[in-house]
Nanobody
């Protein structure tokens, strides 16, 4: 069973940077997807970025050019480098694993995705002040 644990959240001013980390343990399927989601209380969980086993990444439009998703050489740590942060980036950021792959992951609706993915971390809070 895959387990995920995030860290690196905090409070920054607009224009600042943070790097989130997610430690991955347990055995994963061969062609899995790793992703970062975020959620503001009272709203739906939103996919932010994903990376597959070939290193292909995908981002939502609002973070393109500012966020970078990556993995270390062992692929046991997932990162999200966030630059030029904006107040609208505020939220709890979750690390996620999907054994089916990234194409399938992005097709889930925000309502479905919480139960559809195979593993979630506990989340780390990012607060961006103006």
């Amino acid at each position: 069973q895959v387990q995920l644990s995030e860290s690196g959240g905090g409070s920054v001013q607009a224009g600042g940077s943070l790097t989130l980390s997610c430690v991955v343990s347990g055995k994963r399927f061969r062609n899995y997807c790793m992703a970062w989601f975020r959620q503001v209380s009272g709203t739906e969980r939103e996919g932010v970025a994903s990376i597959d086993t070939d290193g292909n990444s995908r981002y939502i439009d609002s973070v393109k050019g500012r966020f970078t998703i990556s993995q270390d050489d062992t692929k046991n740590i997932l990162y999200l480098q966030m630059n030029n942060l904006k107040p609208e980036d505020t939220g709890t950021y979750y690390c996620a694993y999907d054994r089916i792959g990234c194409s399938a992951m992005w097709r889930w609706t925000p309502f479905e995705v919480v139960t559809a993915l195979d593993a979630w971390g506990e989340g780390t809070l990012v607060t961006v002040s103006s």
